[in-house]
């Protein structure tokens, strides 16, 4: 892709959108930027449908930008080139691409498969819908290194040239449908990453998922299949005849994680690593920060932050990690989800359910009758509420099943804001 004179105009001005825009720079494009809020930034201008409509060579949207708002449909009728940040990066980004996407455990697996590869000697950068944008890791990127990324369906509806070597489908469950209005929008989203595989490629997809069974069907790559039917007998196995190790080695509390593991013991398994070396690296990883993060243990009840647990499935996945007793912060923001397929796991494990931010009405409709429901509208005092009403060997869990908007940031601060007042609690107990 030649850039030098172009005329480029991006949109959104969080960090890949930042990066986007050094990046054009750098090589020799016209950048104006934009964003829905005032912003002091070189070339900024406040977004309107005005700035949508001049002449522009390229739009490249930032994965939080709605791809179908109707100035850039009237753009790219115009015959505006409109990509987003991971297709900008394709034709710079060296060496092979490992894209992992899922509606839950992404983050966890691409940590997993970054921390392996580096621990057995294999030259890996990490990045994507985590940590460093796509566009930023083109700097460093080399022939002989992989490129582990986190891909999520904002990132891939707008990628159409952008090609994984190896592909990966965690899981495809009811989620961002604000986003993308319907299921089967959301879905093939995510189809875009096996779609433009090529040949000699391979596709990494959950076998006990119908929808990522249905993936092996757009792409070309040679399947390597994975599910939950591979724990057995206490321990993982990466087929009939080989065994990777045993559940209780796995640092990582519950199945779905299990599965994360068996996801990327695949992928390091095609890198290159061996499986005693790819076993070694698992035993020796930690947790993700705000991924069933431990934060502490208070007159013996226990702390655990899930902040993004964002929708119903990955709430419902850490509930699943705990025999009982929870007492589990649900609530943010509502993106179109059903809490009422929450209703019998809350019945069955939690004490009570502290309700915050604005979707907490919502949930209350839906899970009024299943379980103990505790209007606190703040994270604040829903841990407040927690910590006075809890027993010793109880469990409180922030998993919101929502995503954070409404009183934060984004996920990042509302966990780090759960273990800020978790250690404000337990230095007042202490």
Not at 5 to 22: D, N, P, R, T, W
Not at 361 to 378: F, N, Q, Y
């Given at each position: 892709?030649?850039?030098?004179?172009?005329?480029?105009?991006?949109?959104?001005?969080?960090?890949?959108?930042?990066?986007?825009?050094?990046?054009?720079?750098?090589?020799?494009?016209?950048?104006?930027?934009?964003?829905?809020?005032?912003?002091t930034l070189p070339g900024f201008r406040l977004q309107s449908e005005e700035l949508f409509a001049e002449a522009w060579d390229l739009i490249v949207l930032s994965p939080g930008v709605p791809a179908d708002l109707e100035p850039l449909q009237k753009a790219r009728m115009r015959g505006v080139n409109v990509i987003g940040e991971i297709e900008l990066a394709a034709p710079f980004l060296r060496g092979k691409t490992i894209g992992i996407t899922g509606s839950n455990g992404?983050?966890?697996?691409?940590?997993?498969?970054?921390?392996?590869?580096?621990?057995?000697?294999?030259?890996?950068?990490?990045?994507?819908?985590?940590?460093?944008?796509?566009?930023?890791m083109t700097e460093n990127s080399r022939d002989d290194q992989w490129n582990v990324l986190e891909l999520s369906s904002f990132q891939l509806e707008t990628a159409h040239t952008f090609r994984a070597h190896i592909g990966v489908c965690l899981n495809v469950t009811q989620n961002h449908l604000d986003r993308h209005r319907t299921m089967e929008n959301y879905v093939a989203a995510k189809g875009n990453l096996f779609r433009m595989q090529l040949p000699g490629s391979y596709a990494v997809l959950n076998h006990g998922s119908e929808i990522c069974r249905s993936y092996a069907e757009l792409t070309v790559a040679e399947k390597i299949w994975f599910s939950r039917e591979d724990i057995r007998k206490d321990h993982v196995w990466l087929d009939d005849e080989t065994p990777l190790m045993p559940l209780s080695a796995i640092p990582i509390p519950g199945s779905h994680n299990a599965e994360n593991v068996l996801a990327a013991a695949h992928i390091a398994r095609l890198a290159g690593v061996s499986v005693p070396a790819i076993a070694?690296?698992?035993?020796?990883?930690?947790?993700?920060?705000?991924?069933?993060?431990?934060?502490?243990?208070?007159?013996?009840?226990?702390?655990?932050?899930?902040s993004k647990a964002t929708s119903v499935d990955a709430a419902m996945k850490a509930i699943d990690s705990f025999p009982g007793g929870l007492w589990v912060i649900l609530g943010g923001t509502d993106k179109g989800s059903d809490y009422r397929l929450m209703r019998e796991k809350l019945r069955q494990k939690a004490r009570a359910v502290l309700l915050i931010g604005t979707?907490?009405?919502?949930?209350?409709?839906?899970?009024?009758?299943?379980?103990?429901?505790?209007?606190?509208?703040?994270?604040?005092?829903?841990?407040?509420?927690?910590?006075?009403?809890?027993?010793?060997?109880d469990t409180v869990l922030l998993a919101p099943a929502c995503s954070s908007f409404d009183q934060f940031r984004n996920y990042e601060e509302r966990g780090r804001t759960f273990k800020q007042l978790v250690k404000d609690l337990k230095n007042a107990a202490a």
């Open positions: 892709m030649k850039l030098q004179g172009l005329k480029a105009l991006v949109v959104g001005m969080e960090k890949s959108g930042q990066a986007s825009a050094a990046f054009l720079r750098a090589h020799g494009s016209d950048v104006t930027t934009t964003d829905i809020k005032p912003l992404k983050t966890t697996t691409t940590s997993l498969v970054g921390h392996i590869l580096r621990s057995s000697g294999v030259s890996a950068q990490v990045g994507g819908n985590i940590g460093t944008p796509v566009i930023a070694a690296a698992v035993s020796s990883f930690h947790a993700v920060e705000h991924r069933l993060e431990f934060t502490a243990e208070i007159h013996g009840v226990r702390y655990y932050n899930d979707a907490a009405e919502k949930i209350k409709s839906h899970l009024d009758g299943a379980v103990k429901l505790i209007p606190c509208d703040t994270l604040a005092r829903a841990v407040a509420e927690a910590g006075a009403a809890a027993h010793p060997g």
